[in-house]
């Protein structure tokens, strides 16, 4: 290719760049009348956002992924958003946790994200209004459920607003190249398991294996230490220069977490929506059909059937439910009518929009 034809393709870009860098500004004066018409209420609507991804992931040909268009207007959402009222978004930290980078994925980095020691702070922080909205793990593809997150939920008067769903790689860190020396290796327990095989193959058996609270305080302790390393991702690595051994060294390769996303607001129907219940019955022969039996005769579809031990007794338990639809559907409407009737409690978690991924 000539210098010429190079020019007149470098040309068209800055042109096109001008019109880029005028609609955006155009886009973002609509946003901000709108955060003036609407005033002190409620500035982020996930339905609203799930329906422009959805729409800009339909209109996309290409050469850009589906995907990475998603990311760019996600941004661009979060920058206007932004102009109305910065967000803040509490999440396990410290810095570097897998659960900040899931509220980066869905508020995008023009808010502010907001690190809490534990999950129950993180909860208690939106409760209290020092955070507008948590993200919180609810279940792995490998490890399942995070327990303490649906313990919380049963008494929490957040709804849930939104999930997230976020492909999870796990790297051997460590401050000084090499495996030579290593006395033990932090993470999350839920990372230790992910990453079992791996270690096993991999590491000599005298190395110990150092469960703590996030894999972001794994990569703190590992770089106070030259014969400890960490299991964690590449935003932990950056924030504490760790070096990478191994990469991607989970055991299943499609291991992905599911995060909710929880805030003091309802959400309306997007158009492609789940619905988040808790329910229990007496304990007493046929009291699980008891409960299934209402959504299926109503037509209602379940996704997810989870159980937890209740706090109320001993062997007692209530039920995690995901089923497919807005809770201001008929069907659902119906089918919770009659819950209501034979479950001994129901609880709405939250009807949100399917993670655009």
């Not at 939920?153 to 401050?175: D, F, Y």
């Not at 929880?262 to 129907?269: F, I, K, S, T």
């Not at 807005?326 to 409407?333: R, T, V």
Request: aromatic share 6%; proline share 4%.
């Amino acid at each position: 290719m000539s210098e010429e034809q190079l020019s007149q393709h470098r040309d068209a870009i800055d042109a096109i760049d001008e019109q880029i860098v005028q609609l955006l500004n155009q886009r973002a004066s609509h946003a901000r009348t709108i955060g003036e018409i609407k005033g002190s209420g409620i500035v982020y609507r996930p339905e609203r956002e799930a329906q422009v991804l959805t729409r800009v992931k339909s209109l996309n040909r290409g050469p850009l992924s589906g995907e990475t268009m998603a990311k760019l207007f996600r941004e661009i959402m979060s920058a206007c958003l932004a102009l109305e009222r910065p967000l803040t978004i509490a999440y396990l930290g410290p810095e570097g946790t897998f659960s900040q980078a899931a509220a980066i994925k869905q508020f995008g980095h023009a808010a502010h994200t907001m690190a809490c020691c534990s999950i129950d702070e993180a909860f208690r922080a939106v409760e209290a209004k020092t955070a507008d909205y948590v993200v919180a793990p609810v279940e792995n593809s490998t490890e399942g459920a995070v327990g303490r997150t649906l313990d919380l939920m049963v008494n929490t008067p957040l709804k849930i607003c939104g999930e997230v769903v976020l492909r999870i790689h796990h790297h051997l860190l460590r401050k000084v190249e090499g495996k030579a020396g290593l006395q033990r290796v932090y993470s999350h327990a839920q990372s230790l398991s992910q990453c079992h095989e791996w270690l096993n193959k991999n590491l000599p058996a005298q190395v110990q294996r150092v469960s703590v609270s996030s894999n972001a305080e794994a990569a703190r302790l590992a770089s106070l230490d030259e014969l400890s390393a960490a299991i964690a991702g590449d935003a932990a690595a950056e924030n504490y220069a760790l070096l990478s051994l191994a990469q991607n060294i989970e055991d299943e390769p499609n291991n992905t977490t599911r995060f909710l996303v929880l805030g003091m607001q309802e959400v309306g129907p997007s158009g492609r929506d789940k619905t988040s219940l808790v329910i229990s019955a007496p304990n007493r022969p046929g009291a699980l059909h008891t409960l299934v039996e209402p959504l299926a005769r109503n037509g209602v579809s379940m996704d997810k059937f989870e159980s937890r031990p209740s706090r109320a007794g001993l062997w007692e338990y209530v039920f995690f439910v995901d089923v497919e639809g807005h809770i201001s559907g008929a069907p659902l409407q119906a089918a919770l009518a009659e819950l209501a009737d034979v479950a001994a409690f129901v609880k709405v978690l939250g009807s949100y929009p399917v993670a655009v991924i």
